[in-house]
Nanobody
Framework: QVQLQESGPGLVKPSQTLSLTCTVS??????????WSWIRQPPGKGLEWMGV???????YYSPSLKSRTSISRDTSKNQFTLQLSSVTPEDTAVYYC???????????WGQGTQVTVSS
């Protein structure tokens, strides 16, 4: 079955760029017609969708994060990557990658990875 696994540093300093990778196993990230999203949950708050890369490689971002967010993929490794620039402590959250049939429905999730922004 398809599984998703997030990886990346657990601690990032303010003003730096946060970089996380989602490794997908059991299925290809280019398979029609799936969308691969990054979602986060700050402590004590709800889930926030950050952006998505589609099966064709097209990307879409949350308007509130668009200026700082980039999502890319490496099809040879079956991975997609999140970069969030100029981080602040408000970017501290559990970050999830997920798969869905569109931008807002998610049928598979990674286990999540905690990222703390602190000096």
């Amino acid at each position: 079955q398809v599984q998703l696994q997030e990886s990346g540093p657990g601690l990032v300093k303010p003003s730096q760029t946060l970089s996380l990778t989602c490794t997908v196993s059991g299925g290809s990230i280019t398979t029609n017609y799936y969308y691969w999203s990054w979602i986060r949950q700050p402590p004590g708050k709800g889930l926030e969708w950050m952006g998505v890369i589609g099966y064709s490689g097209s990307t879409y971002y949350s308007p509130s994060l668009k200026s700082r967010t980039s999502i890319s993929r490496d099809t040879s490794k079956n991975q997609f990557t999140l970069q969030l620039s100029s981080v602040t402590p408000e970017d501290t959250a559990v970050y999830y990658c997920a798969r869905g049939p569109n931008y807002s429905d998610y049928e598979l999730w990674g286990q999540g990875t905690q990222v703390t922004v602190s000096s």
